[in-house]
């Protein structure tokens, strides 16, 4: 294992959680590197939608791969959110993972909610988890259940899950949707490793979670949901000849961003 994945992994266990954004391209990925988060993932909505596809239909590995490929490269810990993995045969996922990890990731989220709003078989799911860790085993693997976000089972179905998935080698959990404070403590009093929780107005704070001993909090698709209703807002100042907005990305250092892609990934991203 090397010394970034020990870090990426001691981010989980320092005093306060992890507050991890979660970026859509490079431009959001490396505009959060500048401003100093250690750790940036990714998310498949955000990806998705930039490309023009839908999420979680298994479309985006190529888009998902090439977006690693670069963000990996910047100054700061890279977790991928891979959907199921992009494929119904695990030795697909293992492959992406064995790439994902080449590229320089330490980190992927791996979810067991289906296309069609139902869940993956537990113990599919379990397999997938064993063989994943076997071949990439220096990879932090966030085993996620949509129990809560499909609606699939609530509170008892997410902590059979996550404690199978724990049990199955995952280095972490992840239950999105989750915001019941007595539910996220009773699971984190149940597990050994890390749980991870989706951030949401009008949920817990992060400080609130942290001081239910929940040690991930991600953004999930926010940021990229509030940065394309910035721009709408925006564009509708415009229209009505409002000024526009003081604190933005000036031309120089938006190109900045672009030039550091290029530079660091000859030949890519032109």
């Known amino acids: 294992m090397t010394d970034r994945h020990e870090a990426f992994r001691a981010l989980?266990?320092?005093g306060s959680p992890l507050l991890l954004p979660n970026a859509w391209d490079h431009a959001s990925a490396a505009a959060?590197?500048?401003?100093?988060?250690?750790?940036?993932?990714?998310t498949s909505l955000g990806v998705a939608a930039a490309a023009g596809k839908a999420d979680a239909t298994g479309s985006t590995r190529e888009e998902t791969l090439r977006l690693a490929r670069g963000i990996a490269r910047l100054p700061a810990l890279i977790t991928v959110d891979v959907e199921g993995g992009f494929s119904d045969h695990p030795g697909d996922v293992v492959d992406l993972a064995r790439d994902?990890?080449?590229a320089g990731v330490v980190g992927v989220n791996l979810e067991d909610g289906r296309p069609d709003g139902t869940l993956a078989a537990e113990e599919a799911q379990c397999a997938l988890i064993r063989a994943v860790k076997a071949a990439v085993p220096e990879l932090f693997l966030n085993a996620r259940t949509d129990a809560y976000w499909l609606d699939a089972g609530g509170a008892p179905e997410a902590a059979r899950r996550v404690t199978a998935y724990q049990e199955a080698g995952a280095d972490g959990v992840f239950v999105p949707g989750l915001r019941?404070?007595?539910v996220i403590a009773e699971l984190v009093a149940s597990l050994d490793v890390p749980l991870n929780?989706?951030?949401a107005p009008g949920g817990p704070a992060p400080e609130r979670l942290a001081a239910l001993g929940v040690r991930r909090v991600s953004t999930g698709s926010l940021l990229f949901r509030a940065a394309v209703q910035?721009?709408?807002?925006?564009?509708r100042g415009f229209l009505r000849g409002a000024a526009g907005p003081g604190?933005?990305?000036?031309?120089?250092?938006?190109?900045d961003l672009a030039a550091a892609y290029e530079r660091q990934v000859p030949g890519e991203g032109r």
């Open 230 to 235: 910035q721009a709408v807002d925006v564009a």
């Open 247 to 255: 604190d933005v990305l000036s031309y120089a250092d938006a190109q």
């Open 32 to 42: 959060l590197a500048r401003a100093g988060f250690p750790a940036i993932g990714t």
């Open 100 to 102: 994902l990890a080449a």
């Open 180 to 182: 019941d404070e007595a």
């Open 197 to 199: 929780v989706l951030y």
């Open 12 to 14: 989980h266990r320092s």
